[in-house]
């Protein structure tokens, strides 16, 4: 599926930017993916704040009509 997104600045972030995921790290190499998967509801510490990076990209404002 693509989308149109003429004049768009369009940007991926990867959760590892947005949270700090050492524990999860930790025990998925420590216990396996089993046990990773089952702690995946847990509460992650927010590296950044995570408004600023998504309103980065929340619609642009129309442009003001031309004069005259």
Do not use: W
């Not at 989308?3 to 190499?29: H, K, M, Q, W």
């Not at 046990?35 to 704040?49: A, M, S």
């Not at 408004?51 to 003001?64: F, L, S, Y």
């Amino acid at each position: 599926m693509s989308y149109d997104l003429p004049e768009r600045l369009v940007t991926g972030i990867a959760s590892s930017a947005l949270f700090d995921l050492t524990e999860s790290d930790a025990v998925f190499r420590g216990q396996g993916e089993e046990e990773e998967e089952r702690q995946k509801d847990r509460e992650y510490r927010p590296r950044v704040h995570v408004a600023v990076a998504t309103a980065r990209n929340a619609p642009a404002p129309a442009p003001a009509p031309a004069p005259g």
